[in-house]
């Protein structure tokens, strides 16, 4: 009853404000996506650009505990500068400004720098492109690529498992308007392993960070009927620790037309060791161990699918659907059993967007995690559920 009676005054106060809004059915200007190949449009070669990103919001739910609590959050606030030097010379710089800027101990970035990054295209047909410093791991994920603050929530694997921005150096060539391939080399984790094991608390139990602790993505990107069906898959090796080589498998699937935007992410990640240390963190609670006891274990496999559907209703308001279901397993571990931990992401908003030439929507929604284990693993189950209203936008500031 509580809860229902918050979401109904906030309703009160801001629908007032979406009746009244009138627009034109014109496409909002974007920043450029995570990952997505800069490109001068209309000859504009500006210099200089600056994108504001934020996303904020009131939610009200519940926990495991089923306690209700209730609050405003800064979920994303982000600054994005850009702009051409020359038409084929391009930067992207990006920062988080609720992250911290403690510098990283393996690549001397930090957590609030997601960009910092040169492009340059050449070639008879600029189908050849490099792209240097801290860039988008060239992963197959459209959650990933989709803008951050257009995502209510993100799977465990974009959010916890995968090194997102990463600093190093790729290759791309262009073959024809349909197809590209991608080469990435970077370095597997933004923190040394010595660092990644203290500050997890853990013990390193004769393990010793690789003298290449690098990774490498191959991926091609590709769009058929029209551009309304797009493709970006990726095969990944890396390797943080001696003899632990990790080896992953990312498809990501988009059919995007008119009002329409579907996308279906796929993953396998066969882990030699888990770094993330994810699945790692359940088996020790599940037999006990503690403090420097626990390391980071071997052989750990993690899948996701995920699926998200959006639909614009008119030129002002849309809903967006998501769905995702993931799994860790430990193939040494057989008395914990297979997909032994089992993560279920979900949610659905109505969006308004008060001026259609802009990027900027207000959203009421309801959101939805659980995260359980196998019955033999007999830990709790978590469960975080909550309704949330706010704010996201995408604005050109110059």
Request: proline fraction near 2%.
């Given at each position: 009853?509580?809860?229902?009676?918050?979401?109904?005054?906030?309703?009160?106060?801001?629908?007032?404000?979406?009746?009244?809004?009138?627009?034109?059915?014109?496409?909002?200007?974007?920043?450029?996506?995570?990952?997505?190949?800069?490109?001068?449009?209309?000859?504009?070669?500006?210099?200089?650009?600056?994108?504001?990103?934020?996303?904020?919001?009131?939610?009200?739910?519940?926990?495991?505990?089923?306690?209700?609590?209730?609050?405003?959050?800064?979920?994303?606030?982000?600054?994005?500068?850009?702009?051409?030097?020359?038409?084929?010379?391009?930067?992207?710089?990006?920062?988080?400004?609720?992250?911290?800027?403690?510098?990283?101990?393996?690549?001397?970035?930090?957590?609030?720098?997601?960009?910092?990054?040169?492009?340059?295209?050449?070639?008879?047909?600029?189908?050849?492109?490099?792209?240097?410093?801290?860039?988008?791991?060239?992963?197959?994920?459209?959650?990933?690529?989709?803008?951050?603050?257009?995502?209510?929530?993100?799977?465990?694997?974009?959010?916890?498992?995968?090194?997102?921005?990463?600093?190093?150096?790729?290759?791309?060539?262009?073959?024809?308007?349909?197809?590209?391939?991608?080469?990435?080399?970077?370095?597997?984790?933004?923190?040394?392993?010595?660092?990644?094991?203290?500050?997890?608390?853990?013990?390193?139990?004769?393990?010793?960070?690789s003298g290449r602790p690098i990774?490498?993505?191959?991926?091609?990107?590709?769009?058929?009927?029209?551009?309304?069906?797009?493709?970006?898959?990726?095969?990944?090796?890396?390797?943080?620790?001696?003899?632990?080589?990790?080896?992953?498998?990312?498809?990501?699937?988009?059919?995007?037309?008119?009002?329409?935007?579907?996308?279906?992410?796929?993953?396998?990640?066969?882990?030699?060791?888990?770094?993330?240390?994810?699945?790692?963190?359940?088996?020790?609670?599940?037999?006990?161990?503690?403090?420097?006891?626990?390391?980071?274990?071997?052989d750990v496999v993690y899948k996701?699918?995920?699926?998200?559907?959006?639909?614009?209703?008119?030129?002002?308001?849309?809903?967006?659907?998501?769905?995702?279901?993931?799994?860790?397993?430990?193939?040494?571990?057989?008395?914990?059993?297979?997909?032994?931990?089992?993560?279920?992401?979900?949610?659905?908003?109505?969006?308004?967007?008060?001026?259609?030439?802009?990027?900027?929507?207000?959203?009421?929604?309801?959101?939805?995690?659980?995260?359980?284990?196998?019955?033999?693993?007999?830990?709790?189950?978590?469960?975080?559920?909550?309704?949330?209203?706010?704010?996201?936008?995408?604005?050109?500031?110059?």
């Amino acid at each position: 009853m509580k809860i229902r009676t918050g979401i109904g005054i906030i309703l009160c106060a801001v629908c007032p404000g979406l009746a009244s809004a009138q627009t034109s059915a014109v496409s909002p200007v974007s920043a450029p996506a995570d990952g997505q190949i800069l490109q001068p449009k209309n000859n504009d070669s500006s210099a200089f650009k600056l994108n504001v990103l934020g996303r904020t919001s009131f939610n009200i739910g519940s926990n495991t505990e089923n306690e209700v609590n209730a609050g405003f959050k800064l979920d994303e606030m982000r600054l994005l500068l850009h702009g051409f030097i020359h038409s084929d010379l391009s930067y992207k710089v990006r920062f988080r400004l609720n992250r911290s800027f403690n510098t990283t101990s393996q690549d001397n970035g930090s957590r609030a720098l997601d960009f910092a990054q040169v492009n340059y295209r050449f070639g008879k047909q600029k189908e050849w492109e490099v792209i240097l410093g801290k860039q988008a791991a060239a992963v197959g994920s459209y959650e990933f690529v989709n803008n951050p603050v257009y995502e209510y929530i993100f799977t465990d694997y974009v959010d916890r498992i995968l090194n997102l921005f990463v600093v190093g150096a790729t290759f791309s060539y262009k073959v024809n308007p349909a197809h590209r391939f991608t080469f990435q080399i970077y370095n597997t984790a933004t923190e040394t392993f010595d660092q990644l094991v203290k500050n997890a608390a853990y013990g390193a139990a004769g393990l010793k960070q690789s003298g290449r602790p690098i990774g490498t993505y191959l991926t091609w990107e590709g769009n058929f009927l029209n551009k309304t069906i797009h493709t970006k898959w990726s095969y990944n090796y890396s390797q943080l620790v001696v003899d632990g080589d990790n080896h992953a498998v990312s498809l990501a699937n988009m059919h995007q037309s008119g009002g329409t935007k579907v996308y279906l992410d796929l993953q396998y990640s066969d882990y030699g060791v888990d770094h993330t240390m994810l699945a790692s963190n359940s088996i020790h609670s599940f037999y006990g161990i503690k403090g420097t006891d626990r390391t980071m274990l071997r052989d750990v496999v993690y899948k996701t699918a995920v699926l998200r559907f959006d639909q614009q209703l008119n030129k002002n308001w849309g809903i967006s659907l998501k769905g995702a279901y993931e799994t860790a397993s430990a193939r040494k571990y057989k008395q914990a059993g297979q997909d032994f931990r089992r993560n279920w992401t979900g949610y659905a908003a109505l969006e308004h967007q008060p001026f259609a030439n802009k990027d900027w929507k207000l959203f009421a929604g309801y959101i939805s995690n659980a995260i359980t284990y196998k019955n033999r693993m007999g830990l709790p189950s978590e469960k975080n559920n909550r309704f949330i209203l706010g704010t996201y936008f995408n604005l050109a500031a110059f």
